[in-house]
């Protein structure tokens, strides 16, 4: 049977969907020890229904030892004990079955934690059955005669990505935390043990998979150093046999279901997207690019970001793609700060407002959108101030072998991890203004804290408040569902050098949609064409010519 085709592109589902990932350590905890758990997320389905959305991406909720909360998966095939049991997932997934609601789980496939019973076994010795389902390599020699890891890569969490093993004398790879060891794909019984992982979630119901670094599953067996101006980034996700395995992987399992796939995508430039996305190669069906959402750091440093930037970013997103491959938009999740501090104004007089012109941006731009859980609230940064506030292990490390060594002061890193932190989008969500933000009991402790601004920035005060971002937000994903133009229709940038204003229309056959987002607080003249169509929603009741300060429009030309 022929697909549908809406102007030449593809129609797909999950195309058409706004995804909303939860991150279950911190959305609800049902039974006091200040830990989320999946009761919880079940709990609150009514919430996220009434909202909108239509895919729910479950962050890790595998057995786990949580060195990095979650992505070290001891057993792909238990949930994790603080999160329930596999009797509590499948309610969930009944209960959002239920609510006309879809689920896609995180698939963490480059490595396993070092206390998954492959790993134990294959650092057992090097004839052991299981040795080769991971990286083992002999160290090097240096010219003065002392031992070296195998190349000089580094982990994503600082230090080296090699650990020696006393037991066999060898180095094990691992490109993120030393209890993350790789997986080698290069061997066919690791990648048919991750298939049959795959399959027992989706023969299970779940409807995809976001996949953690996926670019990463291939290596260069030979491992060269990398060369200073290389990236090690970008030979990560670029290895020699990357397509063949996504290609095997879609081949044997994501064919023969009706499941969506979106690969985290590190080290991939927008011009290389299509190789992984474009559907005639039967890889992916999406992957996040992280040009925009990393826009405003360089390294794990921040930096002041402009406008003409984050334009720039788009409109090669939108050349590179074409009509064969396919977009994410987002730019808040797990691994990412708050959306209204980072790229909005989170003061009392702009929040609300700011929080709505981004969102106003995120669900009418080209490609599948991505909202993060508090994103609804306009949740904003922690007032973090000492390291031992942070949880997170890539912190703690950077602090270890950067601050303590005596690389960076503690000043300028705790000044910069203010800005970039993964742990402020990891604070309990805030639910009401009783203690705890109702996310756990009130004489429990979370296990991060909760941002003291919960008792004027919850969900209850939200859901009662016709103005508020979360209402707002339930106006945009309506406006959404009902208007294909902003799934398939063309996009043009209006004002690509204005280094205020954000101006694009977005077209499909007659139907021209015409948006306006003001990233500043001063005021702008529209152009002509903004008054004379008809206003279809705002994130204020002015109908000046002029758009105000973080004032937002999207206009039926």
Same mark, same amino acid.
């Given at each position: 049977?022929?697909?549908?085709?809406?102007?030449g592109?593809?129609?797909?589902?999950?195309?058409?969907?706004?995804?909303y990932? @939860? $991150?279950?350590?911190s959305?609800?905890d049902?039974n006091?020890?200040g830990?989320?758990?999946?009761?919880?997320?079940?709990s609150r389905l009514?919430?996220?229904?009434?909202l909108?959305?239509d895919?729910?991406?479950?962050?890790?909720? /595998?057995?786990?030892?949580?060195?990095?909360?979650?992505?070290? @998966?001891?057993? $792909?095939r238990?949930?994790?004990?603080?999160?329930?049991?596999m009797?509590?997932?499948?309610a969930?997934?009944?209960? @959002?079955k239920?609510?006309?609601m879809?689920?896609i789980?995180?698939l963490?496939?480059n490595?396993?934690?070092?206390?998954?019973?492959?790993?134990i076994?294959?650092?057992?010795?090097?004839d052991n059955p299981y040795?080769?389902?991971y990286?083992?390599?002999?160290?090097k020699? =240096?010219?003065?005669?002392?031992e070296?890891?195998?190349?000089?890569?580094?982990?994503?969490?600082?230090?080296?990505a090699?650990?020696?093993?006393g037991?066999s004398?060898?180095?094990y790879?691992?490109l993120?935390?030393e209890?993350q060891?790789?997986?080698?794909?290069?061997?066919?019984?690791?990648?048919?043990?991750?298939?049959?992982?795959?399959?027992f979630?989706?023969?299970?119901?779940?409807?995809?998979?976001?996949?953690?670094?996926?670019?990463?599953?291939?290596?260069?067996?030979?491992?060269?150093?990398v060369?200073?101006?290389e990236s090690q980034?970008h030979i990560?996700?670029n290895?020699?046999?990357l397509?063949?395995?996504?290609?095997?992987m879609?081949?044997?399992?994501?064919?023969?279901y009706?499941c969506m796939?979106?690969?985290?995508?590190?080290?991939?430039s927008?011009?290389?997207?299509?190789?992984?996305?474009?559907e005639?190669?039967?890889?992916?069906?999406? @992957?996040?690019?992280?040009? =925009?959402?990393?826009l405003n750091r360089?390294?794990?440093?921040?930096r002041?970001?402009?406008?003409?930037?984050?334009?720039?970013? /788009?409109?090669?997103?939108y050349?590179?793609?074409g009509?064969?491959?396919?977009n994410?938009?987002?730019?808040?999740?797990?691994?990412?700060p708050r959306?209204?501090?980072?790229?909005?104004?989170d003061?009392?007089? $702009?929040?609300?407002?700011?929080a709505? =012109?981004l969102?106003?941006?995120?669900?009418?731009?080209?490609?599948?959108?991505y909202?993060?859980?508090g994103?609804?609230l306009?949740m904003?940064?922690?007032?973090?101030?000492?390291i031992?506030?942070y949880?997170d292990i890539?912190?703690?490390?950077a602090?270890?072998?950067?601050?303590?060594?005596?690389?960076e002061?503690e000043?300028?890193?705790?000044?910069n991890?203010?800005?970039?932190?993964?742990?402020?989008a990891r604070t309990?969500?805030?639910?009401?203004?009783?203690?705890?933000?109702?996310?756990?009991?009130?004489d429990?402790?979370?296990w991060?804290a909760?941002?003291?601004?919960y008792p004027?920035?919850?969900?209850?005060?939200?859901?009662?408040?016709?103005d508020?971002? /979360?209402?707002y937000?339930?106006?945009?994903?309506?406006l959404?569902?009902?208007?294909?133009?902003?799934?398939?229709?063309? /996009?043009?940038?209006?004002a690509?050098?204005?280094?205020?204003l954000f101006? $694009?229309?977005?077209?499909?056959?007659?139907?021209?949609?015409?948006?306006?987002?003001?990233?500043?607080q001063e005021?702008?003249?529209?152009?002509d064409?903004?008054?004379?169509?008809?206003?279809?929603?705002?994130?204020?009741?002015?109908?000046?010519?002029?758009?105000?300060?973080?004032?937002?429009?999207?206009?039926? =030309?």
């Amino acid at each position: 049977m022929q697909d549908a085709l809406i102007h030449g592109q593809t129609k797909h589902w999950w195309k058409e969907a706004v995804v909303y990932q @939860i $991150y279950p350590r911190s959305f609800q905890d049902s039974n006091g020890d200040g830990i989320g758990d999946l009761p919880g997320i079940t709990s609150r389905l009514d919430y996220l229904r009434d909202l909108g959305v239509d895919v729910l991406w479950l962050s890790p909720h /595998y057995d786990s030892p949580n060195a990095d909360n979650g992505y070290d @998966i001891r057993d $792909y095939r238990k949930v994790m004990h603080e999160f329930g049991t596999m009797q509590d997932f499948d309610a969930l997934l009944a209960g @959002i079955k239920q609510r006309g609601m879809r689920l896609i789980v995180d698939l963490v496939a480059n490595h396993t934690s070092d206390e998954h019973v492959w790993f134990i076994e294959s650092r057992k010795s090097r004839d052991n059955p299981y040795r080769d389902y991971y990286i083992w390599r002999p160290g090097k020699i =240096a010219a003065s005669g002392a031992e070296l890891p195998p190349n000089n890569f580094g982990s994503a969490f600082s230090g080296s990505a090699w650990t020696k093993d006393g037991a066999s004398g060898e180095y094990y790879l691992h490109l993120f935390a030393e209890k993350q060891p790789d997986l080698n794909w290069d061997n066919p019984a690791v990648r048919e043990e991750i298939y049959s992982i795959m399959r027992f979630w989706l023969n299970k119901g779940v409807d995809g998979f976001r996949m953690d670094v996926i670019p990463f599953i291939s290596k260069d067996a030979t491992f060269p150093d990398v060369l200073p101006h290389e990236s090690q980034v970008h030979i990560n996700a670029n290895g020699p046999h990357l397509h063949d395995y996504l290609q095997e992987m879609n081949r044997e399992v994501l064919s023969k279901y009706d499941c969506m796939t979106v690969g985290e995508a590190h080290g991939i430039s927008i011009e290389e997207t299509p190789t992984l996305v474009d559907e005639r190669l039967h890889e992916l069906n999406m @992957i996040f690019n992280f040009d =925009a959402v990393r826009l405003n750091r360089e390294g794990r440093n921040w930096r002041q970001w402009k406008l003409t930037e984050l334009k720039a970013i /788009y409109a090669r997103q939108y050349e590179a793609l074409g009509m064969h491959s396919w977009n994410t938009i987002f730019f808040a999740n797990h691994d990412n700060p708050r959306l209204v501090s980072a790229f909005g104004d989170d003061s009392d007089a $702009y929040r609300v407002r700011s929080a709505k =012109a981004l969102a106003t941006m995120l669900l009418t731009l080209k490609g599948t959108a991505y909202l993060y859980q508090g994103d609804e609230l306009g949740m904003t940064h922690y007032p973090f101030r000492s390291i031992d506030e942070y949880d997170d292990i890539e912190a703690k490390n950077a602090w270890k072998f950067d601050v303590l060594t005596g690389k960076e002061t503690e000043e300028h890193y705790l000044d910069n991890l203010a800005k970039v932190s993964r742990d402020h989008a990891r604070t309990p969500m805030q639910w009401d203004d009783s203690p705890n933000a109702g996310f756990t009991s009130p004489d429990a402790k979370p296990w991060l804290a909760v941002n003291p601004n919960y008792p004027k920035i919850n969900a209850a005060d939200a859901l009662c408040n016709p103005d508020s971002i /979360y209402h707002y937000m339930q106006d945009l994903l309506r406006l959404r569902k009902r208007t294909l133009g902003f799934v398939y229709g063309d /996009y043009e940038d209006l004002a690509p050098e204005h280094p205020s204003l954000f101006l $694009y229309a977005r077209t499909l056959g007659e139907e021209r949609f015409l948006v306006a987002l003001n990233f500043s607080q001063e005021t702008f003249a529209l152009p002509d064409e903004f008054s004379s169509g008809r206003m279809v929603l705002s994130n204020t009741a002015s109908i000046s010519t002029e758009l105000g300060a973080w004032e937002s429009r999207i206009v039926l =030309a």
